[in-house]
């Protein structure tokens, strides 16, 4: 068994092949997918953070409703950027949706990927420390959020408050028991997922990682995953460690995804360069019938690795094209690979 879920990048377009025209449209499309992935029997809910761009950037309203309305799903992102928050409020806004959503909340969270404007954290009022990067900051504010999500209270008490305080130091409010054991650390390198085993998060590995031993993309990512792993074993941490791996995969069983995915030949990886120095390597999409599905799927090694499969969906085209892309994988491909 593997628990599958969707990531949706949230994109919107004003432009005539698309369902998703404004931010509205996403929006709520994104929680009518939620509720349709919940019916399937789908496991998670994702959806990935940009700022600066048409795209979701504001998660905590979103997930909130989609708690709302579903029963079941897990309900995360993939991911937060951490250069742009207040880690204080953001555990306020985290503990509410999580609340709302009944202890349902996976939020991943990261020092964040190049974003569409120069160092967009400083319009967000946000500066660094003397000697820092922009990295170390993103990681700096995750601990801060990880060490107030644990809900001990490191505020001193107003003496003649609005309302009577309990004793000792507040804590932030509403606290949401367990969401700190629920937090996964979006990972490009082998070195950050190390770290993120060593600080007790859960590991996201998208659909690139930073290109560190000139290998094929997936056994990379699944040298990364035995990484964190080990890290995680010998920091002594509690339970067992969960890991999630995103891919784009298509089953074409009709004319309609043969028009949008049959054209998709390229079966290699790609490499890119996604800051100054750092050499990238992104995985290749999958769309094929489904026996064929099966035959290359089986071949990668980073799936058999993780715990949990978040399907990338093509949001633009419309929440009933996406629930059939997402029905198609759970019919026609999982059976197959022993995913159900």
Known sequence: ??????????????????????????????????????????????????????????PFPLLAAVGAKTNRIEIGTGVIDMRYENPLYMVEDAGAADLISEGRLQLGISRGSPEQVIDGWRYFGHELKDGETDADMGRRKALEFLDKLIGQGFAEPNPYPMFPNPPGLLRLEPYAPGLRDRIWWGAASNATAIWAAEQGMH??????????????????????????????????????????????????????????????????????????????????????????????????????????????????????????????????????????
């Not at 949230?10 to 025209?21: E, I, V």
């Not at 995680?232 to 043969?258: C, L, M, Y």
């Not at 993780?306 to 997402?326: E, F, K, Q, R, S």
């Open 203 to 340: 590991l996201q590995s998208s659909t690139l990682k930073y290109d560190e031993n000139g290998k094929p993309f997936h056994i990379q990512q699944a040298e990364q995953i035995r990484l964190y792993r080990e890290a995680w074993k010998k920091a002594g941490h509690a339970g067992e460690p969960r890991v999630s791996v995103s891919r784009s995969i298509f089953a074409i069983t009709n004319d309609q995804d043969r028009l949008y995915f049959g054209h998709e030949n390229d079966k290699g990886d790609k490499i890119g360069v996604i800051e100054a120095d750092k050499r990238a390597i992104f995985g290749r999409s999958f769309a094929a019938e489904p026996d064929q599905l099966i035959k290359e799927l089986a071949q990668d090694e980073a799936i058999q690795e993780a715990d949990t499969l978040l399907l990338t969906i093509p949001n633009t085209l419309g929440v009933d094209y996406n629930v059939h892309v997402l029905s198609s994988i759970l019919e026609h491909v999982a059976p197959g690979l022993g995913w159900r």
């Open 1 to 58: 068994m593997k628990k599958l879920g969707f990531l949706s990048f949230g994109h919107w377009s004003n432009h005539p092949a698309y369902q998703a025209r404004t931010a509205s449209d996403t929006l709520l499309q994104s929680i009518d997918l939620a509720v349709a992935a919940e019916d399937l029997g789908l496991d998670g809910a994702y959806f990935r953070v940009h700022h600066f761009a048409k795209q979701l950037g504001s």
